[in-house]
């Protein structure tokens, strides 16, 4: 391959891979902030599965990148 086709697959599978988490990560603190906003005893419980959550979404995004410089580095010509 070319070295413009894998900078092209490598920012396409970070840029495609970081999407979703960040749009799950999104939804998902939203709701969690406005359960805590109103009931605030329950604040340490839904900010621990929130956390928790977010560090799974996060995993996503995480693989994404490992995946990027995977075909940067492994498929590139020149390198």
Known sequence: MTGSVVNLAAALAIGLGAIGPGIGIGLLAGP?????????????????????AIAFAEAVAIYAL???????FVASPNK
């Open 32 to 52: 969690a902030l406005s359960a805590m906003g109103r009931n605030p005893e329950a604040a340490g419980v839904i900010r621990a599965n929130m956390i928790i």
């Open 66 to 72: 490992v995946v990027a410089l995977l075909i940067y």
